[in-house]
Nanobody
Framework: QVQVVESGGGLVQAGGSLRLSCAAS????????MGWFHQAPGKEREFVAR????????SYADSVKGRFTISRDNAKNTVYLQMNSLKPEDTAVYYC???????????????WGQGTQVTVSS
């Protein structure tokens, strides 16, 4: 059993940056693929980024490629999402999740955080 807690969300102007953090506990962090998802009001939760257990493999949604970077520090049991050049359409609740042999599907992830709000103003 693992618990994940997101932090770092907030209000930022378009073009600005935020770094989200996801702290994990209660399990072996390095055993899990970690992913970031977001959900805007009235829309389904969707994939944003993923990072493999050892941090070597990363994947991104097309909408965030070149702007967002996912990383992890297994010694700190933490995964990050560096968000640069933010756009109003990035506004959403961002969720961190842990999975086993996970890729882009929500169904691949077992443990979810509570979410952190990111609001980008124009």
């Amino acid at each position: 059993q693992v618990q994940v807690v997101e932090s770092g969300g907030g209000l930022v102007q378009a073009g600005g940056s935020l770094r989200l953090s996801c702290a994990a506990s209660g399990g072996t962090f390095s055993s899990y693929t970690m992913g970031w998802f977001h959900q805007a009001p009235g829309k389904e939760r969707e994939f944003v980024a993923r990072i493999s257990r050892n941090g070597i493999s990363t994947s991104y949604a097309d909408s965030v490629k070149g702007r967002f970077t996912i990383s992890r520090d297994n010694a700190k049991n933490t995964v990050y999402l560096q968000m640069n050049s933010l756009k109003p359409e990035d506004t959403a609740v961002y969720y961190c999740a842990a999975g086993i042999s996970a890729y882009r599907s929500l169904a691949d992830y077992v443990y979810w955080g509570q979410g952190t709000q990111v609001t980008v103003s124009s």
